[in-house]
Every structure is written in C-alpha cells, then in structure tokens.
C-alpha cells in the first residue's frame, strides 16, 4: 500500500514572515496523528525555506520541507541558480521539476528535466517530476502520447538502474490554477497509464512503488473522489495550499 503524499507548492507567493505564520497555522490544524496515515511536504519559494525548514523543525511538525526547482549542476556559474547540494544540506526531502510553468515561461526541456531527476536523486533527494497536456493537446487526442513521452524522456537512460525515489505529478495543464479539475476517471486513467509506462521502463517493483500524484485545482472538495482511485497516490496542490484552512482539509480528506 502506498501512503499517499500531498504536496503544497506556493509558488511565488508569501515571503518568510507569512511562510512562517501559514505553517505555524498548518501546524496546529494538521497534527502527528493525522501525518501517521498521510505524507505531506511544503514547498514554498527558496527565501523561505531555511524559516519554514527551522520551523519543521525545532517543533517537530512532521512535515518534508520540498523545494519547488533546483540546477542539476553542483555548483559552478549558474547565476540565480540553486544547487541540489544546497537544499540536501538544508534537509530538502522533495524537489518539484519539469512543473509546466518551468517548461513554459522558463524553457525547461525534457532534456533538463532528466538531469535534474538524476541529481534530484544523486543527492538523495526525491524528484516530483510533473508531466502533463494542454487544452489542444487533449482535444487533438494525444494526451497519452504527450504525457508519456515526457514520463520516458524524463527517465530516459537509466538502464540497468533502478529507478529510485520517484513521484510522478499528472497536471494536465488546463486544470492548473484555472479551477477545472481532471474527473477522477481521466485522473485514474492517466495515472494508471503512467504506471504501466514506468513497470515497462523499470520493472513491475518500481511500478509499484512510485507514487502519482494528481494535480490541477485541487480543492478540498475534489480531493477525496481522486485519491480514492487506486493508482492516485496524492496531489500536488498550488493555489489552495496558500489557505492553511483548506490545505489542512485537503491532508486530511487524503489521509
Ligand atoms: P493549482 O496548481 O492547484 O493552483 O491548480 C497546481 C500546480 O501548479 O501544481
């Protein structure tokens, strides 16, 4: 049985001070009990995550601290780049790549995000590597053949590795932050597609193992219908994890 993981990424919103006071809220509506049955992580912006990692932990909270991007270099000239190093030494469980707004409006490319996927992993961290269709892409009927191929590009050449800490994120990117979400029987079927892609790319084991995460709108009131099909194993959550209320209902109904 896979525990399900719910992963709230901010974006670009809320600097430290309000990371801190959203956490802190967080923390007192989502407790150790409810972390027993549900995995969650908290990715906010990179000024932010040395306060919300000191948070997590001076109190305990039981939260993983995730990041929302890193290079896959380990230092070097990469101005305005964060190395993997960097947030593993911060005690970084989860880094976020490949989300469609990277591959968008900053030119992230298939090739990119394999590497990051290795180093994400090198460093003992845990990818989510977010794939996923556009509006023309799924009308045209080629959402399988999109999503994927992104899924095998990501993981393209690791043979004879196994496959490692992996979650797999499905946002078809219609549904991001525009308040349509996937029914949980295209949500299923995708993340069942995306299964089968990685029992043929690494074996039946690492099929079975890695978790697929749902994500686009999530709201409290649609997360209980997805994450009972059986091959959704969470959800990535960006607009509504910026509400500590509806967050903390979201860990809950995915527990
Ligand atoms: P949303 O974002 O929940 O605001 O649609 C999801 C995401 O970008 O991962």
Redesign the pocket.
Known sequence: MRKPLI?G?W?MNLNHFEAIQTVQKLAYLVGKDELELVDVSLHPPFTDVRSVQTLIDTDKLGYALGAQHCHWEEKGAYTGEVSPVFLAKLGVQYV?CG???RRELFGETDEMVNKKVAAIQQHGMTPIM?VGETLEEREAGQTEAKVLGQVRAGLAGRKPEPIGALVI?Y?PIW?????R?ATADDAQQMCAAIRACVAELAGAEAAESVRVQY?????AGTVAELIAQPDVDG???????LDPDEFAKICKLGA
Request: charged letters at 15%; one cysteine or more.
């Open positions: 992963s990424t974006k976020i989300h469609s707004e977010c994120a946002e549904a991001i932050g525009t308040g979400t994500g686009g709108s999530v709201k959800a990535l959550v960006g607009g509504a994890s």
